[in-house]
C-alpha cells in the first residue's frame, strides 16, 4: 500500500474517531440534557472533524501539487552538478527517461548504468517525501482532533462555526468554477493572440477559402495557407439553422401536446421515451446519418432530378434537430408547466379556448424559458462535432445549398488538433481563433437570451 493511501486510511479513522469523541463530550458535560448545549451534538462532532480532516488533506494536496516538481529540481541539479555543460533539451530528456524508468515504462532491454542510478535517486527521494508527507498528514489530523476536542464546552457555538466553514467551502467552489473559466477566456485569447500575429484578423474572418495545410516547401500549392473563416461559419449557420427547423416546432409543440392534452397514462409513457433520445450517444446519430438519412436524400435527390452530395448538410442537419428535439422539449414542458393555473382559469373564465388559452396566454408566460430552451438547443447544434463529420463532410464550401457538403467550426477545430501538433504554426492555433470565435458568438447569444428574459418576466410575473 502507497504511503498516500495509508495516509488517508489513517486520516479518516481518525476523524470518525475525533467525531464520536466530540460528540460524546459535548452530550457528558450536560449530563444528556441536549437542551442545554448551544449547539445539536452532531455540531460538536462536525466540528472536530473539520479541525481533523481539512487540515489533514490540505497537508496531502501541497505535496501532490508541488511534490513531484520539488523532486524534478532536485534531480536536475545533480545532473547539472555532474555535467555542467549539459544542456536544458538534454536535461528534460533525462528527466522523462527517469520518470519512465521509475514508472516501469522503459522498455529498453539495455539501460544505461547511470539512468539507472539516477532512476533509483529519483525514486529514494520520491519514497521520502511520500513518507514524509505520511507522518506529516497524520500528526496533523491528530493535532487538530486533539486542538479541537480540548475547546469542547456546551457554550461554544459549534454550529456558528460549522457553517462558516461550510461557507468557506462553497465560496471556494464557486472560485474554482470562476478560474477555470477565466483560464479557459484567457487561453483562448492568448493562442488566438498568437495566431492573429501570423494571419491577418480580416483574411480570417472576412476570407472565403479555408485551406490550412501548410505546405512542407515554398514551392508547392498553398504553400502559406488560407484562413478565411467563412465557408466554416457559413457551414455552421446553415446546419445549425436546419437543426432548428426541426427541433424547435416538433419540440415546443410535443411540450404543449403533452401538457394541455396528453392524459397522465399518455404523458408517462411518451415523455420518457421521448426524453431517451437526450442518451442516445451522437456517434449513433453519426452513423444513422451516414448509412440511413444521407443515402436515403441522396437517392430521392436523383429520382427528382436534384444533384445531392453524398454527405449533404440537409443529412446533418435532419438527424441533428432529431437528436435535440429532447432539449427543447423536456425545456419547453417545464416552462409551461410552471405557469400559475390562476392564468389558465382566468383565461378559461373570460370564455377563451384552449387553443386560445395556450396562444395568448400560456406561451407568452412561458416564453422566457421557451427562448432558454432555443439558445440551448442552438448551442447544442453549434458544438456539435460526430454528426457533422460522419455526415456533412469536411469539405469547406461556401455555399447556401443544403444539398452540397459543408463542415463547422467544431469540426475543424477537432481537425486542427488531431495528433501530434506543434502549437508554432498557424494550422494548429487556427483551432484557438475558431474556439474564440464560437466563444464569442455563444456568449452574444446568453446575453440576448439574459435580455429577453428580463423583458417578458417583468410582464407576467
Same mark, same amino acid.
Not at 504553400?223 to 446553415?238: I, Q, R, Y
Not at 392524459?263 to 437526450?278: F, Q, W
Given at each position: $500500500?502507497?504511503?498516500?493511501?495509508?495516509?488517508?486510511?489513517?486520516?479518516?479513522?481518525?476523524?470518525? #474517531?475525533?467525531?464520536? /469523541?466530540?460528540?460524546?463530550?459535548?452530550?457528558?458535560?450536560?449530563?444528556?440534557?441536549?437542551?442545554?448545549?448551544?449547539?445539536?451534538?452532531?455540531?460538536?462532532?462536525?466540528?472536530?472533524?473539520?479541525?481533523?480532516?481539512?487540515?489533514?488533506?490540505?497537508?496531502?494536496?501541497?505535496?501532490?501539487?508541488?511534490?513531484?516538481?520539488?523532486?524534478?529540481?532536485?534531480?536536475?541539479?545533480?545532473?547539472?552538478?555532474? *555535467?555542467?555543460?549539459?544542456?536544458?533539451?538534454?536535461?528534460?530528456?533525462?528527466?522523462?527517461?527517469?520518470?519512465?524508468?521509475?514508472?516501469?515504462?522503459?522498455?529498453?532491454?539495455?539501460?544505461?548504468?547511470?539512468?539507472?542510478?539516477?532512476?533509483?535517486?529519483?525514486?529514494?527521494?520520491?519514497?521520502?517525501?511520500?513518507?514524509?508527507?505520511?507522518?506529516?498528514?497524520?500528526?496533523?489530523?491528530?493535532?487538530?482532533?486533539?486542538?479541537?476536542?480540548?475547546?469542547?464546552?456546551?457554550?461554544?457555538?459549534?454550529?456558528?462555526?460549522?457553517?462558516?466553514?461550510?461557507?468557506?467551502?462553497?465560496?471556494?467552489?464557486?472560485?474554482?468554477?470562476?478560474? #477555470?473559466?477565466?483560464?479557459?477566456?484567457?487561453?483562448?485569447?492568448?493562442?488566438?493572440?498568437?495566431?492573429?500575429?501570423?494571419?491577418?484578423?480580416?483574411?480570417? +474572418?472576412?476570407?472565403?477559402?479555408?485551406?490550412?495545410?501548410?505546405?512542407?516547401?515554398?514551392?508547392?500549392? /498553398?504553400?502559406?495557407?488560407?484562413?478565411?473563416?467563412?465557408?466554416? &461559419?457559413?457551414? =455552421?449557420?446553415?446546419?445549425?439553422?436546419?437543426? $432548428?427547423?426541426?427541433?424547435?416546432?416538433? !419540440?415546443?409543440?410535443?411540450?404543449?401536446? @403533452?401538457?394541455?392534452?396528453?392524459?397522465?397514462?399518455?404523458?408517462?409513457? /411518451?415523455?420518457?421515451?421521448?426524453?431517451? +433520445?437526450?442518451?442516445?450517444?451522437?456517434?449513433?446519430?453519426? &452513423?444513422?446519418?451516414?448509412?440511413?438519412?444521407?443515402?436515403?436524400?441522396?437517392?430521392? !435527390?436523383?429520382?427528382?432530378?436534384?444533384?445531392?452530395?453524398?454527405?449533404?448538410?440537409?443529412?446533418?442537419?435532419?438527424? $441533428?434537430?432529431?437528436?435535440?428535439?429532447?432539449? $427543447?422539449?423536456?425545456?419547453?414542458?417545464?416552462?409551461?408547466?410552471?405557469?400559475?393555473?390562476?392564468?389558465? *382559469?382566468?383565461?378559461?373564465?373570460?370564455?377563451?379556448?384552449?387553443?386560445? =388559452?395556450?396562444?395568448?396566454?400560456?406561451?407568452?408566460?412561458?416564453?422566457?424559458?421557451? #427562448?432558454?430552451?432555443?439558445?440551448?438547443? #442552438?448551442?447544442?447544434?453549434?458544438?456539435? =462535432? @460526430?454528426?457533422?463529420?460522419?455526415?456533412?463532410?469536411?469539405?469547406?464550401?461556401?455555399?447556401?445549398?443544403?444539398?452540397?457538403?459543408?463542415?463547422?467550426?467544431?469540426?475543424?477545430?477537432? =481537425?486542427?488538433?488531431?495528433?501530434?501538433?506543434?502549437?508554432?504554426?498557424?494550422?494548429?492555433?487556427?483551432?484557438?481563433?475558431?474556439?474564440?470565435?464560437?466563444?464569442?458568438?455563444?456568449?452574444?447569444?446568453?446575453?440576448?437570451?439574459?435580455?429577453?428574459?428580463?423583458?417578458?418576466?417583468?410582464?407576467?410575473?
Amino acid at each position: $500500500m502507497s504511503p498516500l493511501s495509508l495516509a488517508l486510511i489513517l486520516i479518516l479513522m481518525s476523524t470518525a #474517531v475525533a467525531f464520536v /469523541a466530540s460528540r460524546t463530550k459535548a452530550l457528558s458535560l450536560v449530563g444528556g440534557r441536549v437542551h442545554e448545549l448551544h449547539s445539536l451534538p452532531g455540531h460538536y462532532g462536525l466540528y472536530a472533524l473539520v479541525w481533523c480532516l481539512l487540515p489533514a488533506l490540505l497537508v496531502l494536496a501541497i505535496w501532490i501539487a508541488i511534490g513531484p516538481a520539488i523532486v524534478d529540481g532536485i534531480i536536475v541539479d545533480r545532473l547539472h552538478e555532474a *555535467d555542467p555543460t549539459i544542456g536544458a533539451d538534454r536535461l528534460g530528456l533525462i528527466l522523462n527517461d527517469v520518470r519512465n524508468y521509475v514508472s516501469g515504462n522503459l522498455v529498453s532491454e539495455d539501460i544505461d548504468p547511470a539512468l539507472a542510478k539516477t532512476g533509483e535517486a529519483y525514486r529514494s527521494l520520491l519514497l521520502t517525501g511520500l513518507w514524509g508527507t505520511f507522518v506529516a498528514s497524520v500528526a496533523v489530523a491528530l493535532a487538530g482532533a486533539f486542538f479541537a476536542f480540548s475547546r469542547i464546552r456546551p457554550d461554544m457555538r459549534a454550529r456558528n462555526k460549522v457553517e462558516r466553514v461550510v461557507w468557506l467551502i462553497m465560496v471556494a467552489c464557486s472560485l474554482v468554477a470562476v478560474l #477555470v473559466t477565466v483560464g479557459i477566456v484567457l487561453s483562448l485569447v492568448f493562442e488566438a493572440g498568437r495566431f492573429f500575429a501570423k494571419v491577418s484578423p480580416l483574411e480570417f +474572418l472576412f476570407g472565403l477559402h479555408w485551406s490550412p495545410q501548410m505546405a512542407m516547401r515554398a514551392d508547392q500549392v /498553398a504553400s502559406e495557407g488560407s484562413f478565411g473563416a467563412v465557408p466554416l &461559419f457559413a457551414g =455552421t449557420l446553415l446546419i445549425t439553422f436546419i437543426a $432548428m427547423l426541426v427541433a424547435v416546432p416538433v !419540440g415546443l409543440l410535443s411540450a404543449v401536446y @403533452m401538457t394541455q392534452y396528453a392524459d397522465h397514462r399518455v404523458r408517462s409513457l /411518451a415523455k420518457p421515451m421521448l426524453e431517451i +433520445l437526450a442518451g442516445v450517444p451522437t456517434v449513433v446519430y453519426g &452513423f444513422f446519418a451516414a448509412l440511413v438519412v444521407a443515402p436515403w436524400i441522396r437517392d430521392t !435527390g436523383g429520382l427528382l432530378g436534384l444533384s445531392v452530395a453524398s454527405e449533404s448538410a440537409l443529412a446533418a442537419g435532419l438527424v $441533428m434537430g432529431v437528436m435535440i428535439i429532447p432539449f $427543447m422539449s423536456s425545456l419547453s414542458d417545464d416552462a409551461l408547466t410552471a405557469v400559475p393555473q390562476s392564468m389558465r *382559469d382566468g383565461s378559461y373564465a373570460l370564455g377563451a379556448t384552449r387553443a386560445e =388559452t395556450i396562444r395568448s396566454v400560456l406561451i407568452p408566460a412561458a416564453l422566457p424559458g421557451i #427562448v432558454g430552451a432555443f439558445l440551448l438547443s #442552438v448551442s447544442r447544434a453549434i458544438g456539435e =462535432t @460526430m454528426i457533422v463529420v460522419m455526415a456533412a463532410g469536411l469539405a469547406a464550401n461556401l455555399t447556401a445549398n443544403p444539398l452540397e457538403a459543408v463542415t463547422t467550426v467544431t469540426v475543424q477545430i477537432a =481537425t486542427l488538433l488531431v495528433g501530434d501538433q506543434e502549437f508554432d504554426s498557424a494550422k494548429t492555433l487556427a483551432a484557438f481563433a475558431l474556439g474564440l470565435v464560437l466563444f464569442i458568438v455563444t456568449l452574444s447569444l446568453n446575453v440576448i437570451a439574459l435580455r429577453v428574459v428580463r423583458k417578458y418576466r417583468e410582464q407576467y410575473d
